[in-house]
């Protein structure tokens, strides 16, 4: 499984956008790139997904460059309630769903 | 949201005893996940189930057992707890294992256990 790395935390103010890059240097040719939002107490969030160029949905934008070693999880105007853990996820269809969580990206948006 | 509960929500245990964590879902998806979460380590996959009695280990499955006989029930034991065991623990579920169509989990409110 492709391992990946992010920033362990980052500091933003509401009305931002917050961009967190995630790196995953061994991605392989089948991986698909996730990303998930934990609230504390709570389990983590299906955010978005992707493979490639760019996805947009309702929630945020994910910019994948075309060698795939890095992606970007864009979360345009930020408001206090995306105070959250933000994961960073790589695998592939052969390893099932044994995706691996690493320790995300603390995100803190201040008033 | 999915229809996912766990109970216990909070259990407190002494070291060497059984333990067992139910799941719950009403979504009739076919994977169902324990995972863990400790300070530092993000989420861990215990075990997870590919169907009715279809189990396999994760990466952190030594000391724990799971059982599935429903679609809707996924339990995971612990068969003498001990302190490194514990953590808040989190089922999931998912509706298919290909990412390409509905693969993304949902996760329940998770269970805090605490060896003493």
């Known amino acids: 499984l492709a391992k990946t790395t992010q920033p362990i935390s980052m500091d933003s103010y509401e009305g931002q956008e917050v961009n967190i890059t995630c790196s995953h240097n061994?991605?392989?040719?089948?991986?698909?790139i996730t990303w998930y939002q934990q609230f504390p107490s709570q389990g983590p969030r299906f955010i978005i997904q992707g493979y490639k160029t760019k996805v947009t949905n309702e929630v945020a934008s994910l910019f994948i460059p075309a060698d795939r070693k890095s992606s970007t999880l864009s979360l345009p105007r930020v408001s206090l309630s995306d105070t959250a853990v933000y994961y960073c996820?790589?695998?592939?269809?052969?390893?099932?769903?044994?995706?691996?969580f690493g320790g995300g990206t603390r995100v803190l948006v201040k008033p | 949201d999915a229809g996912i509960t766990q109970s216990p929500r909070h259990k407190v245990t002494e070291t060497g005893t059984p333990v067992t964590l139910r799941c719950h879902q009403t979504e009739n998806h076919r994977y169902m996940y324990w995972y863990r979460q400790d300070p530092g380590h993000g989420l861990r996959l215990i075990h997870y189930?590919?169907?009715?009695?279809?189990?396999d280990k994760g990466e952190v499955s030594d000391g724990y057992s799971v059982s599935r006989s429903k679609t809707e029930d996924f339990l995971l034991t612990l068969e003498s707890a001990t302190s490194s065991q514990t953590s808040v623990y989190f089922c999931a579920i998912s509706e298919s294992r290909d990412f390409r169509q509905g693969y993304e989990q949902f996760f329940g409110p998770g269970t805090r256990l605490t060896v003493l």
């Open positions: 189930s590919y169907g009715v009695k279809d189990t």
């Open positions: 061994n991605i392989a040719t089948n991986d698909y």
């Open positions: 996820l790589v695998g592939d269809m052969a390893a099932g769903n044994k995706l691996t």
